[in-house]
Structure formats: structure tokens, C-alpha cells
């Protein structure tokens, strides 16, 4: 899969990066391009998944409940709260 021209400026667009590092980047994403076809054609077939290579269990608590809540002192510090939630004020259009 090459990348395209238009593919390369709409991620330029996306992170704002200047157009002078196109060429930089372009050549970066060839070779996790490169990579990634190399891993597809490693022959797995023989090979379960594994979600972890070590072979350990881990340890999990209990599910208890150590803390009290706590929520109206901590909003009482802020500086917007209506029926319980936090307002924020908007940020992006």
C-alpha cells in the first residue's frame, strides 16, 4: 500500500505539520508501511493468540469499597456543578 499525495497533505492538515517535513514523514510511514506488510506474511498459522507471553496470573483485591463518598465536598470546590455533574465550559466548536 504506497500512501498517495492527498493522503500525505490530509495528515499534514490533521497535524498541523509544516510542508516541509512531507518528505520526512512520507518516508517514515513507507517503512511502518514496509513493517507492517512484513509482520502479515509471518506464517502464524501453527501459533495461538496469546494476550500475554509471560505465563502468570495476576493477583486482584477484593471488591470492596475503601472509600467514602466524598462527591459534595469536592464540588463545592468547583466552579460549576448542576445536579451532580461538573460544567466545563465549551472549549471547540
Given at each position: 500500500m504506497a500512501l498517495t499525495?492527498?493522503?500525505?497533505?490530509?495528515?499534514?492538515?490533521?497535524?498541523?505539520?509544516e510542508p516541509a517535513a512531507l518528505p520526512a514523514l512520507s518516508a517514515s510511514l513507507e517503512q511502518a508501511i514496509?513493517?507492517?506488510?512484513?509482520?502479515?506474511?509471518?506464517?502464524?498459522?501453527?501459533?495461538?493468540?496469546?494476550?500475554s507471553p509471560l505465563d502468570l496470573t495476576q493477583r486482584l483485591r477484593a471488591d470492596i469499597v475503601s472509600e467514602?463518598?466524598?462527591?459534595?465536598c469536592y464540588q463545592q470546590l468547583a466552579p460549576a456543578v448542576q445536579d451532580g455533574l461538573y460544567l466545563v465550559p465549551k472549549v471547540l466548536d
Open positions: 499525495p492527498d493522503d500525505l497533505n490530509s495528515l499534514a492538515r490533521l497535524t498541523m505539520l514496509e513493517l507492517a506488510a512484513g509482520i502479515r506474511q509471518a506464517d502464524t498459522s501453527g501459533t495461538e493468540p496469546l494476550i467514602t463518598d466524598q462527591r459534595d
